[in-house]
């Protein structure tokens, strides 16, 4: 490997466009979900169970990407999640030629290869630990915002351009997904360069163990920024596969009233609806790694109780006003849902969609400088036990509609915020507020896992 192999920017751009597509790829079936509920019949419990399933496999395969990056670098990685993510999304395509050889029903045969095509996600950290091994800890902030927030608006341009594009058609659609898939894996083989130094390369691989990742996922600063994650990305890859669906059933009078009226209508208005909050998540999130680094240059330190003398802990405020943000515009899209007004819930949901960007900037921002010498392992782990929340948030907001009467389908918002969100931020709080290496403090000492 060369020092100057190959630009910054270039490797900058190359993680972004193979986030971009492995994100498309991840919430495609969610674009779709009008039509395939319909076609399989699927209540309000079938959907959030399907919007669940996008994320089963990310808790667990996550943290091995983010080791896998550290160990063998992260465009050797990205080519193995493009490969195989792509090939299942072909065979999804042709679930109904297929399914019979299997000897499983149409519905079974798409349901798991598209759960094995979710793993997509798990692109994200290996991105992550890329743009790290790549950039200064200065432009840290805003060059993780870009590459996330170009990765993630695919969700966007899925459920925006997928159903105009392809209509009811989604087994087409998967396939040439797949196919694109192929192309971009071939630029990362031949163009993708590891780190801009063998040092840096060579230091990520020695710290790629068994010890070192036990570590990382027992300490307290590890643990809370999990949370935190938990609360924007696991919190908006669950909106991305719940709101389509959302939007079918929980304004059906109020969009059939706009003149929605076709299932292909209200696919497209469903999914129009759902996609300002991914848009707004995915094109805000550049902007708040900025915001991060403006806090940072400014020593900005509003709350009490947080350290304020770590050297970035202006980026540890800036993530808390993002969580306390997030909190509170979770309850006002159930005040909106409640009341039926389809417009208030859209609004809502757009600054929703911005409190989210900037607690996903925010909180790898912090990432790569709290934890330098492990920054693979510790996204794998921030970035991957935290998706757990898109498996759990949909699922809540299914069961929501049963739990309660009247309008239960919107109270599933504020039963999260109340009962989850608030408990997170205290455990933040607790696990920021020292002013020496927070991130050595947690569930037995440095020396005993380390041996340092």
């Known amino acids: 490997m060369s020092n100057v192999k190959t630009h910054k920017i270039e490797q900058l751009v190359m993680a972004a466009v193979g986030f971009f597509w492995c994100f498309l790829m991840w919430f495609a079936s969610a674009a779709f979900v009008p039509t395939i509920a319909s076609e399989f019949g699927l209540g309000i419990k079938g959907v959030a169970l399907l919007a669940s399933s996008a994320i089963w496999t990310a808790p667990i395969a996550r943290p091995l990407a983010g080791w896998a990056a550290d160990k063998f670098g992260a465009p050797r990685a990205f080519v193995l999640i493009l490969v195989v993510t792509g090939g299942f999304s072909i065979l999804s395509g042709y679930a109904d030629t297929l399914a019979p050889a299997v000897g499983i029903s149409e519905y079974q045969f798409l349901f798991w290869t598209r759960v094995v095509v979710a793993t997509a996600g798990i692109a994200f950290v290996v991105g992550i630990q890329h743009v790290a091994q790549w950039f200064e800890s200065e432009e840290m902030g805003a060059a ?27 087994h087409t659609a998967f396939i040439h997904l797949g196919i694109v898939a192929f192309f971009i894996a071939a630029w990362i083989l ?14 990520a691989k020695k710290t790629a163990t068994f010890k070192d990742t036990c570590f990382i996922w027992t300490r307290h600063a590890a643990i809370a920024l ?52 991914s848009f707004n998540a995915s094109l805000f999130r550049p902007f708040s790694g900025w915001i991060s680094d403006i806090w940072q240059r400014n020593r900005w330190t509003p709350f009490p109780l947080l350290s304020k003398k770590l050297y970035y802990a202006p980026r540890i405020h800036f993530l808390m006003f993002a969580l306390v943000s997030i909190t509170i515009t979770m309850i006002l899209l159930t005040v909106a849902g409640m009341t039926g007004h389809l417009i208030w819930s859209v609004l809502f949901l757009a600054m929703f969609g911005i409190t989210v960007s900037f607690g996903t900037g925010g909180t790898f921002a912090i990432v790569p400088l709290m934890f330098k010498e492990r920054p693979g392992t510790a996204t794998g782990f921030i970035g991957g036990v935290s998706c757990a929340g898109g498996i759990i948030y949909p699922l809540i907001y299914g069961q929501a509609a049963g739990w309660f009467p009247e309008g239960g389908i919107h109270m599933g918002y504020a039963l999260v915020a109340v009962c989850m969100f608030i408990p997170f931020i205290l455990y933040y709080i607790w696990a920021m507020h020292w002013d020496v290496h927070p991130e050595d403090h947690g569930f037995g000492s440095k020396e005993k896992w380390l041996g340092e």
């Open 144 to 170: 993780e915002g870009l590459y996330a927030g170009t990765g993630n608006v695919g969700a966007g341009v899925g459920a925006l351009l997928l159903p105009r594009i392809y209509e009811l058609d989604y």
């Open 190 to 203: 031949f163009r993708g360069v590891a780190a801009k130094s063998i040092e840096q390369a060579a230091m």
């Open 226 to 277: 999990m949370f935190a994650y938990a609360m924007c990305f696991g919190l908006e890859i669950g909106m991305n596969a719940w709101l389509p669906g959302y939007y079918k059933m929980g304004f059906a009078e109020a969009i059939k009233s706009l003149g929605f009226e076709s299932l292909v209508d209200v696919q497209i208005a469903a999914g129009s609806f759902a996609a300002v909050q």
